[in-house]
């Protein structure tokens, strides 16, 4: 399983483990770790082909060389989270790759596939200039979330959506311009909507937004929305609300939203 010859050295950067567990705030940090790593997403549950999967990855991980960083999604205790990358059955695998997720396979799968699979990655990777490497050590990012932000997070993964949802909405009315607090509550709101049966008639008409973000297509989730903006003058506002909500959820120089903003702006003015 020499994995050496299919990617160059680069910067070495720490992880906890080869293959962590994740929350929402692990899931935050890999998302940016991904910006300089391939990071291989796997997603789990209880079954016997999850463990068998799991197994297999670990050890192809651990001699990569650093080569990958592997996060681990439970769809038995945080289905959430699954729902947010566009999964919803395990053992699956995804890739994540400057913030983007890639669906990688579903189901069980060969140790020579899966090294083919991964090749296919170190590349994709190699081609974006993604070319860091980790080792052993601390956590991706030294950031200290409040008890404030970390109540919110269990609630979210507790599956208490109200409460996530009271007790961002609870910090950001203290500290209006805490971006973690406004992206906990976009997301948190994304998962009310997509799985709520009581939406008004404007959010049935901004639900294929919402649809479009989760399957990881941000242009078009922004398009339809300016283009609700451009045909219904008066929910303008609402609308506007809306975009700028979903805005929150990605880092500002990403171009979708660059792009999207610019629309916007010429919209309004």
């Given amino acids: 399983m020499d994995l050496s010859s299919l990617s160059g050295g680069g910067e070495k950067l720490t992880i906890a483990d080869w293959l962590i567990l994740a929350d929402q705030q692990t899931l935050r940090s890999y998302l940016k770790l991904s910006e300089q790593v391939p990071v291989l997403l796997f997603i789990s549950d209880d079954s016997e082909s999850s463990n068998r999967l799991r197994q297999l990855l670990l050890k192809i991980i651990s001699a990569s060389e650093g080569r990958f960083a592997g996060l681990e999604v439970s769809l038995t205790t945080s289905p959430q989270l699954a729902q947010a990358v566009g999964v919803s059955a395990a053992p699956a695998m995804l890739a994540l790759l400057a913030g983007q997720p890639a669906p990688l396979f ?31 050590g601390a956590t991706p990012t030294q950031k200290q979330l409040s008890k404030e932000h970390e109540a919110a997070i269990a609630a979210v993964e507790a599956g208490d959506l109200p409460a996530a949802k009271s007790l961002f909405e609870k910090l950001l009315k203290e500290y209006p311009n805490d971006f973690d607090a406004k992206a906990g509550l976009a997301q948190v709101e994304l998962m009310i909507r997509l799985t709520s049966k009581e939406l008004t008639p404007l959010d049935q008409l901004m639900l294929s937004a919402d649809q479009l973000l989760v399957s990881r297509d941000p242009a078009q989730a922004f398009s339809v929305l300016l283009d609700l903006f451009r045909d219904r003058v008066s929910d303008r506002d609402a609308i506007r609300e809306r975009l700028l909500q979903l805005f929150s959820l990605f880092p500002e120089g990403d171009e979708p939203v660059i792009s999207a903003r610019k629309q916007l702006t010429a919209l309004l003015f």
Avoid: Y
Wanted: charged fraction near 10%; hydrophobic fraction near 40%; avoid cysteine.
């Fill in 106 to 136: 579903q189901g069980e799968i060969e140790q020579s596939q899966l090294m083919q699979v991964l090749s296919q990655v170190l590349q994709l990777a190699a081609q974006n200039s993604i070319s860091g490497r980790v080792q052993i």
